[in-house]
């Protein structure tokens, strides 16, 4: 937790914590997270995409790797635990299962993975995509669907995501070989505050992720006439802002009538923004989220719809460009039990675990059927999932804040986090040495 004080000073505004991706604060960040998988035994190096990871080997090196971790990176103003303490819970994990394994590196022992399997720490560098517009570039590299369309992407300063990678000292030349092969994962395993207020109303502590919803994000467009404000009849206006704003009231109203869909307009400019003319354009966005994808992609034809009326009625043109197009993500089925496992035997009456993340914790957290959540945020488990399986854990989130300064998550539950992964990685180890010994 006092790692996490520690980043949160790694900033580029003071008084706030933003990070963004190939900044100096990214580069400042990784060396941090560097040393402190050093100081856990971890053969460390940053990849082409600007990825920090740290390896601990199995016996035998071509063995394949399971991968935990989450990202540094982060939005406008953040608050300190989202995707931070998934890294560092991933440090702490592959700490403790070393000193269980008896192969840590103050035993004296080579620092090595007590497992079949080896264990890798990844700290995605840009989850949130808050530079330049495109989420998950990171990852994306990492799970080899990079696009190279995505080096003439520019920040709102002008600068090229390629500008911003020489200057990080990156070759962009060498995306490529970021990416990684299925056969040499064995999964992907991430930890995260749970960004919104289940599990607190619930009253406990940990869940099982099932799925990661599906994205889709518009730039959208509206033309109208600008025309003189004191001059122009009503009946003769055609107002941009007022149809883009009767709009987003529209995607409120529509996507609060499903179920598990979520729409949000973030940003909204009128122009050409005179406090004296009627507005002849407005722009604004749309972040249209849903479990599946077809229920997604139905909710965005009826709001289509909607504005093709609206705009009708008001004499309007719209028009519009998507920037981002996610498919969900369902966590595999054998590291949604492993999770589970994982919390019950963390929480287990009488458990280490259990005992020492205090009573109150304790009796606050059902240990017979952990609690299964969708997540409606989207994770670096987007991409990774194209090459291989993914699990998550969430953790509890006192108010169900993010993406905000008020973040927060307890110190009691990222101990029972930390334990309880711990616990899932060593059920799917027993697992995957039956598999291999069935095979």
């Known amino acids: 937790m006092a790692r996490c004080d520690e980043l949160a000073r790694i900033t580029s505004t003071p008084g706030a914590i933003t990070r963004v991706h190939l900044s100096p604060e990214h580069a400042r960040v990784n060396r ?19 990825n920090q990871l740290g390896l601990l080997p199995a016996a035998d090196p071509d063995a394949p790797v399971l991968m935990l971790g989450s990202h540094l990176d982060t939005v406008v103003n953040a608050g ?30 080579p620092a090595q993975s007590p497992f079949e399997f080896g264990l890798e720490v990844a700290a995605f560098s840009d989850e949130e995509g808050a530079r330049f517009g495109k989420a998950l570039l990171g990852s994306s590299a990492v ?43 064995v999964g992907y395993l991430e930890a995260h505050i749970e960004q919104g207020p289940e599990l607190h109303a619930r009253g406990e502590s940990l869940a099982v992720v099932s799925s990661i919803a599906s994205a889709r994000r518009f730039q959208l467009v509206v033309e109208g006439e600008a025309r003189h404000a004191g001059g122009t009849p009503y009946d003769m206006r ?6 883009a704003s009767e709009a ?23 122009f050409p923004g005179a406090m004296n003319v009627v507005p002849g354009e407005a722009r604004f966005s749309l972040d249209l989220r849903g479990e599946f994808d077809g229920e997604r992609d139905r909710v965005w034809d ?10 009708g009625r008001r004499r309007l043109r719209w028009h519009t460009r998507e920037v981002h197009n996610a498919p969900a993500l369902f966590c595999a089925p054998l590291l949604q039990d492993v999770v589970s496992e994982g ?31 969708f997540s409606p945020a989207g994770h670096d488990g987007m991409a ?26 307890s110190f009691g539950d990222v101990a029972l986090g930390i334990r309880a992964l711990a616990e899932a990685v060593a059920h799917l180890a027993a697992e995957h040495r039956s598999t291999q010994g069935a095979s």
Do not use: K
């Open 238 to 243: 055609r107002d941009a802002l007022l149809g």
């Open 248 to 270: 987003a009231l529209a995607v409120e109203r529509i996507c609060s009538a499903q179920h598990h869909i979520i729409g949000t307009v973030g940003q909204f400019e009128a």
């Open 343 to 373: 919390i019950r035997a963390t929480l287990a009456p009488g458990s280490r675990s259990a005992a020492g993340a205090g009573a109150g914790v304790l009796a606050s957290t059902r240990v017979d059927d952990p609690t299964t959540l």
């Open 384 to 409: 990774i999932g194209a090459i291989t399986d993914v699990g998550m854990l969430f953790m509890r989130n006192p108010d169900g804040v993010s993406h905000h300064p008020d973040e927060a998550v």
């Open 32 to 50: 941090l997270a560097a040393e402190w998988m050093r100081e856990a035994g971890l053969q460390t190096r940053q990849d082409p995409a600007g």
């Open 302 to 311: 009826q709001i289509s719809r909607e504005l093709d009326e609206i705009m």
């Open 80 to 109: 300190r635990y989202d995707g931070v303490v998934g890294v560092l819970m991933a440090i702490e994990v592959v700490r403790l299962l070393q000193r269980r394994g008896g192969t840590a590196a103050d035993t004296g022992a």
């Open 143 to 185: 799970a080899g669907t990079w696009d190279d369309a995505w080096w003439e992407l520019e920040d709102p300063d002008g600068t090229t995501l390629r500008e911003a990678a020489l200057e990080f000292g990156l070759d962009p030349g060498r995306v490529a070989s970021a990416a990684r092969r299925p056969d040499q994962l």
